[in-house]
Nanobody
Framework: QVQLFESGGGLVQAGGSLRLSCAAS????????VGWFRQAPGQEREFVVR????????NYADSVKGRFTISRDNANNMAYLQMNSLRPEDTAVYYC?????????????????WGQGTQVTVSS
């Protein structure tokens, strides 16, 4: 199983940008698809974006399309989430997660491994 650790969260004004990082260790990172999820207080954890094992295929939630970009660097066991044009409604704890399946899946329960999360706060 892969271990994940997120970093890069913080406080930013609306319209600003943040780049989240997800560092992986353990089993071969390139055998996992990577997803980013977020959870706001009192809300369910929601899907943000997923990237395939090889990085060539991505799937975005409608709420972040055109603003967020996922990428990965398998040589260095890293995944990234570039977040631009941030809005107050993007405020949440952001988690990276790993899924061994080749099937595109977006439910939290489909992912095998999770990081501890990083807080993103967007002020208006």
């Amino acid at each position: 199983q892969v271990q994940l650790f997120e970093s890069g969260g913080g406080l930013v004004q609306a319209g600003g940008s943040l780049r989240l990082s997800c560092a992986a260790s353990g089993m071969a990172f390139s055998t996992y698809a990577v997803g980013w999820f977020r959870q706001a207080p009192g809300q369910e954890r929601e899907f943000v974006v997923r990237i395939s094992r090889d990085g060539y295929s991505t799937n975005y939630a409608d709420s972040v399309k055109g603003r967020f970009t996922i990428s990965r660097d398998n040589a260095n066991n890293m995944a990234y989430l570039q977040m631009n044009s941030l809005r107050p409604e993007d405020t949440a704890v952001y988690y990276c997660a790993a899924d061994r399946s080749k099937i595109v899946r977006t439910r939290p329960r489909d992912f095998d491994s999770w990081g501890q999360g990083t807080q993103v706060t967007v002020s208006s």
